[in-house]
């Protein structure tokens, strides 16, 4: 994970081109043709042996004789010259290449070898090329130079970008960076978000994806550049070919794509599923629309064409606004009688531009929405101009005079509409050519609303502690590991869910139909009636060959069911192993819901949770939604809510809801053991009963593999590190304890800096007044824990919070900025001292080489504790009044091999 030398590929101040070619129509010519032609203000060199000169400029006949070092190189050149290539610009001083170049086969290792020793970046192999049109580079074959504006497009396809760009310039749709990622040897989509999360010329990011590496360095660049600016993705391939044979449920229906959802929600991404989605996204960005809510509000000549938009809406799970009295009244007295008094506001197919104008001014000032998409059908009755003149006269009066809301335009039809979006370009409304369009680009910011709202939730209570007997579920896997088993016997797979608190029907196992007549008398005792399954090492779904029997009340129907089982087995399946016979209590709760909780380990995303409706008929409903491990209750709560099922858990006419937390708990504890256990491949629960007294695990499945022998793949979202919990007693304080931020911790904040005084403020912060808002403590509190550190002490008597150290580490992840704050009244008793050295060990122990802070000058008990520490003071070039505080680390011996 590193931005290191991009800056030289995205931001470069000079270009060196090797493979121009003065034949027309090739590769070598159309590149050096757009270098040439994009007004770039660096120097352009040239390479090829063969020629003196390609379109006038000189050419170069090797690295070497170039002269200087260039800071990008432009290589199409053939395959097998790439990697002397890029040691030749290695050695020459230069830092990054984009890699045309298709075809290389085992030259790409070689190419990367030939990089890997400075840092040198590389975009690409096959790739279309790079355009920086703030810059006036066009390093690429494409047809045509990308127009100047805002938006960043990064994709894996060269035929799509120039199709892009192409749809862009005929809407004054402009671009800030468009980069062709290729085959993404090295620079990959989580680089360059993490170097476009810091960029301010990119006000949005817009991503074509086929498939992803290395997720965990994307999941985190993701985050980062979600909660900056708008990130929209469209990802191809959401349909795999075939069904992958799994063991589970979960597998089966826990497919890629499927894990992409996942991701994307994760990380505060908008996906969309077709680039036309995407366009009307890019439509809707670069006019600088700011959206405070989602209700929209339709204004038309035409009731057809705003129901179609209102339905449009509707289905994509967008919000009408709602007329008031008060504004029907305001609108009957600037319209003909015969409106339609509803959202979509029909104002009559002869409306005028007088008519457009009063109505808009209107619904501009109604606090009752936040948005207006304003549609036009063409009429004889009605000038199509004239009414957009209206239209975009209206918005610019009534900026300052009511709060600025969105408007959206959609002028119907082809050549009476052209005129009206040119205006509407001209002026940076959004405009749509159909319904359908408009509302896909209003739903698309919508959405992007959405995930930051979701990213900015704090959990409801104390976290589901990792508080499952570990010792007991370490011991069933090893045991099973040392046996040779993949699957769990349901036996095992029962303890282990057990020893993690998850509520799970009790089991005993009989040898034969002779036993199971014994145990069934005994589990009868108790309940009325019990349940048969078979024990089975070979077959994972009992019921597929009739090896479950429900509701037996004698203990002699429940030999007789064990031995017709045993001979189904034998016809069905006469090479699989039967064990025995599981003999449970059967339990009656007639109004339960049947769920499925489980976890499957996907290629790309490594652990995914799933939750659903359940049941036998689990992969036909296919009702599921996927999370990345680690949850917390609010991930939860959200997993839950994107099922069909939950509207049933809710609660519907005599049903009472379901036992929500049950579930919750039930989620959060899977998801704690998928993550202390690695050798834990594939599981479920289904079913999991859910009503209103709680839920119960009645079946279930573990798959498992050893971890020193077949690794897992790691988890795309670093855990909580509970490992870096620490409890001291502390002289004139009490018991504290230090342990990683959480999100639950945002419920300390207020208190704890009530305690804090203005002047220690500004010493932190550089300013006396700090605004406490939700966003601005979330971000505190909601940390990612594989870019960032924040440690909070504790008084565990009061449950106060006390101080907060904080390191946020550079994406190269070796240096970072730190930041401490101590309770005004703790000052001066060795709390500041504890955290910063604890933070010092975290640094490293994770292979932090350097630590910084700015300090003011007047802040002199921090600036002698960090020369007491080891730290470097010097004088902040950047910051007057303040000096730069640093410290070289060593690493520890146990330093994390980071990803």
């Excluded at 900026?399 to 509409?417: R, Y």
């Excluded at 793949?713 to 990683?740: K, N, Q, S």
């Excluded at 440690?791 to 150290?805: N, P, S």
């Amino acid at each position: 994970m590193t931005i290191r030398n991009l800056d030289k590929l995205l931001a470069p101040g000079s270009v060196a081109f090797a493979g121009a070619s003065p034949e027309a129509g090739s590769v070598g010519y159309n590149v050096a043709r757009n270098l040439l032609a994009g007004g770039f203000a660096g120097e352009i060199f040239f390479l090829n042996p063969k020629h003196k000169r390609v379109l006038d400029p000189p050419c170069h006949a090797s690295v070497f004789d170039l002269p200087r070092a260039p800071d990008l190189a432009v290589i199409a050149t053939p395959p097998q010259t790439v990697p002397g290539l890029i040691a030749d610009f290695a050695k020459m001083g230069t830092r990054a290449a984009m890699v045309i170049t298709a075809g290389l086969g085992a030259g790409k290792q070689q190419m990367l070898d030939a990089a890997k020793p400075s840092c040198f970046r590389i975009l690409g192999p096959n790739c279309l090329g790079l355009m920086l049109p703030p810059l006036g580079l066009n390093a690429s074959f494409a047809h045509r130079d990308a127009p100047k504006g805002d938006l960043a497009f990064l994709s894996q396809s060269g035929a799509l970008i120039a199709a892009v760009i192409d749809w862009a310039a005929t809407r004054n749709i402009g671009f800030s960076h468009v980069a062709s990622l290729g085959d993404m040897a090295d620079a990959d989509f989580g680089d360059l978000l993490d170097y476009l999360a810091g960029d301010t010329k990119s006000r949005a990011i817009l991503i074509y994806m086929e498939a992803l590496t290395h997720a965990p360095k994307f999941i985190s660049a993701a985050r980062r550049a979600a909660r900056v600016k708008p990130v929209i993705v469209v990802k191809s391939g959401r349909h795999e070919a075939g069904a992958r044979a799994a063991a589970s449920h979960t597998g089966a229906l826990a497919g890629s794509d499927a894990a992409y959802d996942a991701a994307f929600r994760r990380t505060g991404l908008v996906r969309v599923k077709t680039l036309p989605d995407l366009f009307a996204a890019a439509e809707m960005l670069s006019t600088r629309q700011h959206l405070t809510g989602e209700r929209l509000m339709i204004l038309t000549n035409g009731g057809g064409a705003g129901v179609l938009a209102a339905d449009e809406l509707q289905d994509a799970g967008g919000t009408l606004a709602s007329l008031s009295d008060t504004l029907k009244s305001t609108l009957n007295a600037v319209l003909p009688s015969t409106w339609s008094h509803a959202n979509p506001a029909d104002i009559i197919g002869d409306a005028g531009p007088d008519r457009y104008a009063a109505a808009l001014a209107e619904l501009l000032k109604d606090p009752a929405s936040d948005a207006v998409l304003v549609m036009q059908c063409p009429t004889a009755l009605a000038s199509s101009r004239d009414n957009a003149e209206a239209v975009v006269a209206t918005i610019q009066r009534m900026q300052g005079k009511a709060a600025k809301k969105p408007v959206l335009t959609c002028w119907l039809g082809d050549e009476a509409a052209r005129d009206a979006r040119n205006l509407f370009e001209d002026h940076a409304i959004p405009t749509f050519e159909t319904p359908s369009d408009a509302v896909s680009g209003f739903m698309q910011i919508v959405r992007h609303a959405r995930a930051q709202n979701e990213l900015m939730q704090a959990p409801d209570g104390a976290p589901i502690e990792n508080d499952g007997e570990m010792a007991i579920i370490s011991q069933l896997i090893r045991t099973a590991l040392a046996a040779g088993q993949s699957m769990l016997t349901a036996i095992d797979a029962k303890a282990i869910f057990k020893a993690a608190h998850i509520p799970i029907a009790e089991s005993f196992v009989a040898a034969n139909a002779e036993e199971v007549h014994a145990v069934a008398a005994k589990v009868l005792a108790s309940n009325t009636a019990c349940v048969i399954k078979i024990l089975s090492p070979d077959i994972s779904h009992k019921s597929d060959v009739g090896g479950v029997r429900l509701a037996i009340e004698s203990a002699d129907a429940a030999r007789i069911a064990a031995e017709e089982m045993q001979a189904r087995i034998t016809e069905l399946r006469p090479g699989a192993r039967l064990d025995g016979f599981m003999v449970e209590p059967f339990i009656r709760r007639p109004r339960a819901h049947e769920v499925i909780v489980g976890m499957s380990e996907d290629p790309t995303f490594g652990p995914i949770l799933l939750f659903g409706a359940g049941g036998t008929g689990v992969e036909v409903i296919a009702d599921r939604a996927l999370a990345l491990p680690p949850l917390d209750r609010v991930l939860a709560r959200q997993m839950i809510k994107e099922t069909r099922i939950a509207k049933l858990l809710a609660g519907y006419r005599d049903r009472p809801p379901a036992d929500m937390d049950a579930i919750v708990d039930c989620l959060v504890r899977i998801s704690n053991l998928v993550v202390q256990h690695p050798e834990i491949r594939e599981l479920d629960i289904n079913p999991l009963l859910v009503d209103e007294n709680g839920a119960i695990a009645i079946d279930a499945r573990i798959r498992i593999a050893d971890e020193t022998r077949q690794p897992r793949a790691p988890l795309a979202i670093r855990p909580y590190p509970a490992a870096w919990e620490r409890t001291f007693d502390l002289l004139g304080v009490g018991t504290i304890c230090v342990r990683p931020v959480r999100p639950d911790d945002e419920r300390h904040y207020e208190a704890f800096f009530s305690k804090i005084s203005h002047e220690d403020l500004r010493m932190r912060f550089f300013t006396p007044r700090v605004e406490l808002s939700h966003s601005y403590v979330a971000r505190l509190t909601q940390i990612d824990y594989a870019r960032e550190m924040a440690f909070v002490a504790i008084d565990t008597a009061r449950d106060e919070l006390l101080g907060v150290v904080r390191l946020l580490l550079e994406p190269d992840l070796w240096r970072g900025e730190y930041g401490i704050l101590v309770r005004s009244d703790l000052k001066g008793k060795g709390l500041g001292w504890r955290l910063m050295q604890h933070l010092i060990d975290y640094a490293s122990a994770e292979g932090v080489r350097e630590i910084y802070g700015m300090v003011l000058t007047e802040n002199t008990t921090m600036i002698d504790m960090a020369r007491r520490m080891g730290f470097h003071v010097t004088i902040a070039i950047d910051e007057p009044g303040a000096v730069r505080v640093q410290l070289n680390i060593e690493p520890s011996d146990d330093t994390r091999q980071r990803t």
